[in-house]
């Protein structure tokens, strides 16, 4: 391993730990298995979450093993990470189904044939209760609440289910059954992190360093990039979205949104010239903020294709004039019921929403029209419907038929 390969490989990382290890791992002559764990609890993946999957593909290229782990079993028990109460729980069916739409979005960034894929329901489900009762005697609640978000919340009288005392352990049981040499996070998964070398420890495996990388905050610039909050990019979003969205992005955002969306997988020293110019007013916001985006649509979908969006969105925005070619689509049959069009269904059929309630909050909002008209309640007659354009945001534009 030579001066490069580490500098590249720590590039953008928030906190490497123990900082020592990780180069002495480099140093083994071994490929390293490099561990990533993917809950299934959402069905897009966004700039967010891609931020430590191109991290896992820079590992992948410098020839290490990149091992996701499918979290079909964590996904159900739910990642208290960062939360302020306890998460709703998913079923079974409702995992798969996010897990088969999210697989085909990751090889956006990962390479498919480079890729150990294991779901954690492998070793999880056949623990059984002494196996659990095992687990949880390595671990005191004094040591869990340590832990930022718990001690938040025990100190506000929030309740703390016993069940999320589970998770940081089951994820550590992940690195135990993957024989992981480096875990990769955001720096909200520190904590389970150091978890699971304290529990590949005990099972007698050498630990893992903890790699964890910074969070993107979401297109509304408080908080961080979430599909619950609606403030996200999806790298599978059409690239007249993925334009639109980026360029709402606020200023103080710009540079940061370009070190961890396209620079530290390229040149990281474009985000430092970028951010020193904008401060000293050498560099226009608006003309930095349209580069990056167009930047990061073509990181997702080929050369060519940020000019096309700009372009697009100059059309609609500025020119005020409807795009020349408008997709036709029918209404999808599941979307009509006693005679009437269900909105959130016909929006989230057509892939105008990524489901019934982002659906019906875009009705909510106003963010529906039909022929320029805001659209609203749930549901619509199908003659109104079939003939007419109906935009969805200011980017998206179907016509019905």
Same mark, same amino acid.
């Given at each position: 391993?030579?001066?490069?390969?580490?500098?590249?490989?720590?590039?953008?990382?928030?906190?490497?730990? &123990?900082?020592?290890?990780?180069?002495?791992?480099?140093?083994?002559? /071994?490929?390293? /298995?490099?561990?990533?764990?993917?809950?299934? @609890?959402?069905?897009?993946?966004?700039?967010?979450?891609?931020?430590?999957?191109?991290?896992?593909? $820079?590992?992948?290229?410098?020839?290490?093993?990149?091992?996701? +782990?499918?979290?079909?079993?964590?996904?159900?028990?739910?990642? #208290?990470?960062?939360?302020?109460?306890?998460?709703?729980?998913?079923?079974?069916?409702?995992?798969?189904?996010?897990?088969?739409?999210?697989?085909?979005?990751?090889?956006?960034?990962?390479?498919?044939?480079? @890729?150990? *894929?294991?779901?954690?329901?492998?070793?999880?489900?056949?623990?059984?209760?002494?196996?659990?009762?095992?687990?949880?005697?390595?671990?005191?609640?004094?040591?869990?609440?340590?832990? =930022? =978000?718990?001690?938040?919340?025990?100190?506000?009288?929030?309740?703390?289910?016993?069940?999320?005392?589970?998770?940081?352990?089951?994820?550590?049981?992940?690195?135990?059954?993957?024989?992981?040499?480096?875990?990769?996070?955001? *720096? =909200?998964?520190?904590?389970?992190?150091?978890?699971?070398?304290? +529990?590949?420890?005990?099972?007698?495996?050498? #630990?893992?360093?903890?790699?964890?990388?910074?969070?993107?905050?979401?297109?509304?610039?408080?908080?961080?990039?979430?599909?619950?909050?609606?403030?996200?990019?999806?790298?599978?979003? &059409?690239?007249?979205?993925?334009?639109?969205?980026?360029? /709402?992005?606020?200023?103080?955002?710009?540079?940061?949104?370009?070190?961890? @969306?396209?620079?530290?997988? !390229?040149?990281?020293?474009?985000?430092?010239?970028?951010?020193?110019?904008?401060?000293?007013?050498?560099?226009?916001?608006?003309?930095?903020?349209? /580069?990056?985006?167009?930047?990061?649509?073509?990181?997702?979908?080929? &050369?060519?294709? !940020?000019?096309?969006?700009?372009?697009?969105?100059?059309? *609609?925005?500025?020119?005020?004039?409807? &795009?020349?070619? +408008?997709?036709?689509?029918?209404?999808?049959?599941?979307?009509? %019921?006693?005679?009437?069009?269900?909105?959130?269904?016909?929006?989230?059929?057509?892939?105008?929403?990524?489901?019934?309630?982002?659906? %019906?909050?875009?009705?909510? $909002?106003?963010?529906?029209?039909?022929?320029?008209?805001?659209?609203?309640?749930?549901?619509?007659?199908?003659?109104?419907?079939?003939?007419?354009?109906?935009?969805?945001?200011?980017?998206?534009?179907?016509?019905? %038929?």
């Amino acid at each position: 391993m030579g001066p490069d390969d580490l500098s590249t490989l720590l590039a953008g990382a928030a906190e490497v730990v &123990p900082a020592e290890e990780f180069e002495r791992k480099l140093g083994l002559g /071994r490929p390293l /298995r490099v561990k990533l764990g993917l809950d299934p @609890t959402a069905p897009v993946v966004t700039l967010g979450w891609a931020v430590v999957l191109r991290k896992l593909r $820079q590992f992948q290229d410098a020839g290490h093993v990149a091992v996701l +782990i499918v979290g079909d079993f964590t996904a159900r028990v739910g990642d #208290p990470s960062g939360k302020s109460e306890t998460r709703p729980r998913l079923s079974k069916e409702e995992v798969l189904g996010y897990r088969d739409r999210l697989l085909e979005q990751f090889w956006l960034v990962l390479d498919r044939d480079r @890729t150990e *894929i294991r779901h954690n329901s492998e070793w999880l489900e056949p623990l059984g209760m002494e196996g659990i009762l095992k687990l949880t005697a390595s671990y005191t609640v004094a040591r869990m609440l340590e832990r =930022d =978000d718990f001690a938040k919340r025990f100190q506000q009288g929030q309740p703390i289910s016993i069940m999320e005392f589970l998770y940081p352990l089951l994820q550590g049981m992940d690195s135990v059954a993957v024989k992981a040499d480096i875990e990769l996070g955001g *720096i =909200d998964q520190k904590f389970n992190l150091l978890v699971g070398r304290d +529990i590949q420890r005990d099972e007698g495996q050498e #630990p893992q360093v903890a790699l964890t990388m910074p969070l993107l905050v979401g297109t509304d610039g408080v908080n961080k990039m979430s599909q619950s909050l609606g403030n996200y990019v999806a790298i599978a979003d &059409p690239p007249d979205e993925m334009f639109g969205k980026l360029v /709402r992005v606020p200023d103080d955002l710009i540079s940061e949104y370009r070190r961890l @969306t396209l620079d530290f997988f !390229g040149d990281p020293t474009e985000a430092d010239r970028v951010s020193a110019g904008l401060a000293d007013g050498s560099l226009e916001p608006w003309v930095e903020k349209r /580069r990056m985006a167009r930047q990061v649509v073509e990181l997702y979908h080929g &050369p060519g294709a !940020g000019e096309v969006a700009e372009a697009r969105f100059d059309q *609609i925005h500025r020119d005020h004039e409807l &795009p020349d070619e +408008i997709e036709e689509l029918p209404i999808p049959e599941d979307a009509v %019921r006693d005679g009437a069009v269900y909105l959130p269904r016909l929006l989230a059929g057509l892939g105008l929403a990524s489901s019934n309630s982002e659906a %019906r909050r875009l009705l909510e $909002q106003g963010g529906v029209r039909l022929d320029g008209e805001p659209l609203g309640g749930e549901d619509a007659r199908p003659e109104v419907l079939r003939g007419h354009v109906l935009q969805v945001g200011r980017r998206r534009f179907v016509r019905l %038929r």
